[in-house]
């Protein structure tokens, strides 16, 4: 007997097979070995999963920071999250700026809306980047559980350059960097000082992940920022900081606290690792900056 095409239905623009069961990408791991999703291009259906959640009650909410100079990264983001991030679902951005009078104006889909929260700003470039965790962990307590099921931290420098829908949903959510998806775990930049909270021997670690793409329920990102801030305030305490800031206690935290989700690199692409063809859609890339003009 001939065996039946799979028929390609179309899905923006791109085609994958809708079939009950698969096929799933054979050319990339699409399960961790605790039985998460590794969420690549092909591996789900978006029909079913909108289906699935009620569209009226998902409320979900987009964290980022726009300290000092990185307010320009801002409307490029906003601007392109209309157009692909959770299209059709009830967003809050929650925007941490210092410059709320250079906040620029922007059209929001129905349901959709931003919120900007002052902050001081730091000195040391660091500081703004650690900082991120005890402001993510304040504000998520005081106000975003009350607003959103669901949050989603990410980098400034970014812009969306297709869809990012419910396939990323989970309790708890890290994203691969790109540079190490494919790299053996010793070759992974874990932070191997023995004295750091981040710290990771050779010999454990699951995945590198991306500091800048990670989320889940809002009390699972509770504990998580909660977790990061009190490792680095330790570290501090013995003057230490860890190799890549808080991306370091992200990856320490994900390796005893499993996520439930992964996301594959295709959510947080940099330009620096080129157009490898494994990664089918480029959704959520950096935005290249000059370092002379924003470092300081
Ligand atoms: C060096 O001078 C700086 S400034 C390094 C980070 C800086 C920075 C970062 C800033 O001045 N303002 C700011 O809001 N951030 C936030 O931290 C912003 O959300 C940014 O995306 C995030 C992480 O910094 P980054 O994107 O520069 O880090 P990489 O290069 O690792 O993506
Ligand atoms: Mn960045």
Not at 122 to 129: A, E, G, I, K
Not at 259 to 285: A, C, H, M, N
Request: positive net charge; aromatic residues 14%.
């Amino acid at each position: 007997m001939r065996l039946r095409t799979v028929p390609l239905y179309d899905c923006a623009g791109k085609t994958w097979r809708d079939t009950p069961n698969g096929p799933v990408r054979t050319d990339v791991q699409t399960l961790t070995p605790w039985l998460a999703p590794v969420v690549w291009n092909g591996t789900y259906n978006i029909g079913i999963l909108n289906k699935q959640y009620n569209k009226k009650t998902l409320r979900i909410g987009l964290t980022t920071f726009a300290m000092k100079k990185y307010i320009v990264f801002l409307k490029p983001l906003i601007e392109t999250a209309e157009m692909f991030f959770m299209v059709g679902h009830k967003v809050n951005y929650y925007i941490f700026t210092d410059r709320i009078n250079e906040v620029p104006t922007f059209s929001f889909g129905d349901g959709r809306q931003l919120m900007i929260i002052q902050l001081p700003a730091y000195q040391r470039w660091q500081d703004v980047s650690m900082r991120r965790m005890e402001t993510i962990q304040d504000y998520s307590r005081q106000q975003f559980l009350h607003e959103v099921d669901y949050l989603m931290c990410v980098d400034v420098d970014m812009k969306f350059t297709d869809d990012v829908g419910l396939e990323i949903i989970g309790d708890l959510v890290g994203s691969l960097h790109p540079g190490y998806f494919k790299s053996s775990r010793d070759q992974y930049p874990y932070e191997r000082r023995a004295l750091s909270q981040a710290f990771i021997p050779n010999d454990e670690g699951d995945y590198y992940y991306a500091g800048g793409h990670f989320g889940g329920n809002v009390q699972e990102v509770i504990k998580l920022t909660n977790h990061c801030h009190h490792a680095i305030l330790a570290d501090k305490a013995n003057n230490i900081e860890a190799r890549w800031h808080d991306e370091s206690y992200i990856n320490k935290y994900f390796l005893h606290h499993k996520p439930t989700k992964v996301l594959s690199p295709e959510y947080i692409w940099l330009y620096y690792y080129g157009d490898p063809p494994i990664i089918q859609r480029k959704r959520f890339v950096e935005v290249p900056k000059s370092r002379i003009l924003l470092r300081y």
